[in-house]
T-cell receptor, first 117, second 111 residues
């Protein structure tokens, strides 16, 4: 079974430029997560989707970040314009059920390492 | 106070010894607890999950949960150099089911 797929794996852009990340979750997984991880820190949730609905985007900086999950499968996370402080690893994860399930387990993609110059 | 706390380490353990990793959490109503391993430059991968008080064993790994004291630990027996990684503790909040992550403990197994 294929895991969570993310692209690109690495991205280097200049500040104020736009950037987009793509994620394809594990087949059949209803819930999709976008996280940000800085060096030496744990993942920080940006947005959580249940099917195509964003059920938790409270920590998404909506002035510059946007996300979509059309048809409840693939998802795209966009930053426009990027700032120096956005340099981090952006992780996508998926889980089989809705997040109310006690045993719902998240599986991570390889991540996209973003460097903003 | 952070919601999930871990000692950042590094924790250095001789090969073949037992490595003990600890995590405390603040949400008393939390019901689900996870240990993930993250190698440098890689993404987190699930090692263990635990939902009930007591011990849960899987191969060389044992997760221990004490809800009264609000801590969860991970023991690695017969530590191998390949166990060298950062271990992340994650706790699911009871209020909104969000997974809260610790900052991780860096484990180094010395040959």
């Amino acid at each position: 079974e294929a895991g969570v797929v993310q692209s690109p794996r690495y991205k280097i852009i200049e500040k104020k430029q736009p950037v987009a990340f793509w994620c394809n979750p594990i087949s059949g997984h209803n819930t999709l997560y976008w996280y940000l991880q800085n060096l030496g820190q744990g993942p920080e949730l940006l947005i959580r989707y249940e099917n195509e609905e964003a059920v938790d985007d409270s920590q998404l900086p909506k002035d510059r970040f946007s996300a979509e999950r059309l048809k409840g499968v693939d998802s795209t996370l966009k930053i426009q314009p990027a700032e120096l402080g956005d340099s981090a690893v952006y992780l996508c994860a998926s889980s089989p059920g809705v997040t109310g399930g006690q045993t719902d387990t998240q599986y991570f993609g390889p991540g996209t390492r973003l460097t903003v110059l | 106070q952070k919601e999930v706390e871990q000692n950042s380490g590094p924790l250095s353990v001789p090969e073949g010894a037992i490595a003990s990793l600890n995590c405390t959490y603040s949400d008393r109503g939390s019901q689900s607890f996870f240990w993930y391993r993250q190698y440098s430059g890689k993404s987190p991968e699930l090692i263990m999950s635990i939902y009930s008080n007591g011990d849960k064993e899987d191969g060389r790994f044992t997760a221990q949960l004490n809800k009264a004291s609000q801590y969860v630990s991970l023991l690695i027996r017969d530590s191998q150099p390949s166990d060298s990684a950062t271990y992340l503790c994650a706790v699911r909040k009871d209020s909104n089911y969000q997974l809260i992550w610790g900052a991780g403990t860096k484990l180094i197994i010395k040959p």
